[in-house]
């Protein structure tokens, strides 16, 4: 943050962002920069299970854990938590963790899990039947294809190629794992943690429809979840990151 | 209209364009120059019942009436009326009465209640419970989170509070009359009246999906119903004046 | 081509863009020049029983014939093949019978038809209803008042009306042959013919909801398909040819 001046008279906030499957923290950097060039103080920890050697023999609660001893080490309180895909999961089960640090959890083209679900049983059907098949000491990444088509759809082979390039397989039992949100969603419907969905629009890692991250997903959080779209796709971090540093502030702010 | 010179060779349109619950004429105020910008005429009546010190104990007849009454001593014809949220039902009712002064109707994220449904019956099933508990002395007004989070979900709380403060209480019956459209859709099905349907893409009002203002209501208009869609929330008059300006013209000429 | 540079180092591809109904070739003059003027070799056959004088008595058969026949005669190989509307029956039966030439199919708000289907049984009832009304001999087109409203929905008279003149009747048998779409399906389920599906978010000729052109035909294109949206109606290569030609280079490159 060198030089940087907040352009306008916005109140800071404090994010922590999570990144999604097969990412780590440095998935945020350009984001990170223009919520840091606007005044913004921003944490992009990498969650355990991901990054090149992460170890893969670890559960869904270790995630967690990993992400609520990060709020906890640094002492942040007042953050706005935003989760990215399957971050999703993550930050509702910190935010039942630790409630008190937290201003209001975000959910970008992310999972709101249903009570009892695993995060396999919230993609469609014939994606859910992919994690049967794998190797939990190989852990789990999807192939090449789906991720070019499904999440790059919109940049070219290039940067494609150089985001596969930089993921990683994660713990299979991120996705099998059966996760109680029975806590989460009391806080939600009391009141007592405030949520906001961020959709883009050209998001299809999700298909279309009614499997599609939206509406599904902003619906479960109930009728005072704050609502905001900016095009772009699946890595829209990637590809428009000053848009969604704006739409992150809209979805954070009081 | 100080020296405003309109910039293409659009026919001139002559727009009434009609605010939503809890507001007045002035929510149309940034639109209304724009347009007389581009050498428009434009109206922005108050519906009876809105605005502070409104008269509460009115019925939904009594806005119609007082629209149709505006209408008719301004001797208006060929027009262009405009109704937002609510005032769909407000202007549905008044082109029973007066088709001959109507070049088009457009509803801009507005309800276009089915025949002999109250508009409360239009809001998903947990909103239509709030009003069972309202006391008509009081009037109907949404608490300010509400507002805050589902119609003001763009904005920063400078304004979402600024806009809020503006607002008053509406007559309770005009979310419980039932309405009698019989005329309104014959003259519609029969092509005597022309429509428009004008979705802001971020408006979560009514919430995504099943309950959503579109494609829900422009559906009840028909084929031939003309459709346009802009970016923005509930108050893209607020936010988004101009390219208000550009889809309601783009709604309202031949 | 005077003087056009590419302003981009993206590879070069060969297009052929195949227009909708009771249109021609020349529908895409001005998306072909933005194509080309990035560096893009464009073709853009007029589809046997189109524009004036057209034979009215083919069939669908014939219709593709002619689109394959061009792809042979110009011996073309490695095409991005778009389809445009009802061309979307004609470049996925082309594609079955010269899946070695092809090196995407592109749906841009296109049909893609079931298997089984005719064309007119894709559309929502009442439209599909009017084509047993009509004189094989006059061949099918449809009035002003619908193209105006659903096909032109966001541009001024003016322009409905030019786009309107040089419009001239199909033959009805295109909508009502049964298609047998088998290969095309095969050819897509095992990956030997790549997909995307390019959605114009304010295109309503397929009217929104239930029958909309989007997700409905992209799903039935497989988890593989790739997705892309942009601003726009169903002449959106009219009103938006810089941004549909980046978009179709955004679908069909690598």
Redesign the interface.
């Known amino acids: 943050m060198t030089g940087a001046v907040p352009t306008t008279s916005?109140a800071q906030l404090t994010f922590v962002l999570v990144h999604g499957a097969f990412q780590t923290g440095s998935a945020w950097a350009d984001v990170a920069a223009a919520l840091r060039g606007r005044g913004h103080v921003v944490h992009t920890p990498t969650i355990a299970g991901h990054g090149p050697n992460a170890q893969l023999d670890l559960t869904h609660a270790d995630a967690v854990d990993s992400l609520v001893a990060y709020l906890r080490e640094n002492d942040l309180s007042d953050v706005v938590l935003v989760g990215h895909s399957i971050a999703g999961t993550f930050i509702a089960k910190a935010a039942e963790e630790v409630p008190e640090r937290i201003k209001r959890v975000v959910f970008q083209n992310a999972v709101v899990a249903a009570d009892g679900n695993a995060l396999a049983e919230e993609f469609?059907p014939?994606?859910a039947a992919v994690f049967g098949h794998v190797d939990p000491a190989q852990g789990f990444i999807l192939p090449f294809?789906?991720v070019r088509?499904?999440a790059c759809?919109?940049v070219?082979?290039a940067t494609a190629t150089r985001l596969y390039a930089e993921m990683s397989p994660i713990p299979v039992a991120y996705m099998t794992d059966r996760l109680n949100l029975e806590v989460f969603y009391d806080l939600v419907g009391t009141g007592k943690l405030r949520t906001s969905y961020v959709n883009a629009?050209?998001d299809?890692a999700m298909?279309?429809?009614e499997h599609?991250w939206?509406?599904r997903f902003?619906?479960r959080l109930g009728?005072?979840?704050?609502?905001?779209?900016l095009e772009g796709a699946h890595y829209v971090m990637t590809t428009r990151p000053e848009e969604l540093a704006e739409t992150l502030v809209?979805a954070g702010?009081?």
């Open positions: 916005e469609p014939e994606m294809e789906v088509e499904r759809n919109d070219d082979l629009v050209n299809i298909p279309p429809g599609a939206f509406p902003a619906h009728p005072l979840c704050r609502i905001l779209q809209q702010r009081d």
